[in-house]
C-alpha cells in the first residue's frame, strides 16, 4: 500500500503563489507515476500535473500550463506542486494521486488518492 498527504493549502490572493507538498509513504515501488488532480465545487477532478517517480519527464494540464510546476525532493520522496499566478478559477481541492504503471490524465487510473487540501483564490 501506498499512503499520501498532502499539505500547503490555503487562502490566496490572485497573482500570487502557492507551493501543495504530497508526501508519499509505505510501498514507494509500487509508484510510477505521481499527479495532482483538483476539483471544484459542482465540477468533474480535473487533471493537474504528474511526473514519473524515477525519471524527470512531466505532464501539465492546459490550463496551468506556464503557471505551474511538478516537482520531486527524492531525499524526502516529496512531490511538491508549484502554483504561481494564481487565479480565482484555481480555487478547488487539491488531490494527490498514484499509480504503477503509464502516465495518464484519467483520475479513474489512479489508485492511491490523498485526502486533499483546500485551495483559495479570493480577494
Known amino acids: 500500500q501506498v499512503q499520501l498527504v498532502e499539505s500547503g493549502g490555503g487562502l490566496v490572493q490572485p497573482g500570487n503563489s502557492l507551493r501543495l507538498s504530497c508526501a508519499a509513504s509505505g510501498r514507494l515501488l509500487n509508484i510510477a507515476v505521481v499527479a495532482w488532480f483538483r476539483q471544484a465545487p459542482g465540477k468533474e477532478r480535473e487533471f493537474v500535473a504528474a511526473l514519473r517517480w524515477a525519471e524527470t519527464f512531466t505532464l501539465y494540464g492546459d490550463s496551468v500550463k506556464g503557471r505551474f510546476t511538478i516537482s520531486r525532493d527524492s531525499a524526502k520522496d516529496v512531490v511538491y506542486l508549484q502554483m504561481n499566478s494564481l487565479k480565482p478559477d484555481d480555487t478547488a481541492v487539491y488531490y494527490c494521486?498514484?499509480?504503477?504503471?503509464?502516465?495518464?490524465?484519467?483520475?479513474?487510473?489512479?489508485?492511491?488518492w490523498g485526502q486533499g487540501t483546500q485551495v483559495t483564490v479570493s480577494l
Open positions: 494521486a498514484a499509480r504503477g504503471s503509464l502516465t495518464t490524465i484519467y483520475a479513474y487510473n489512479y489508485n492511491y
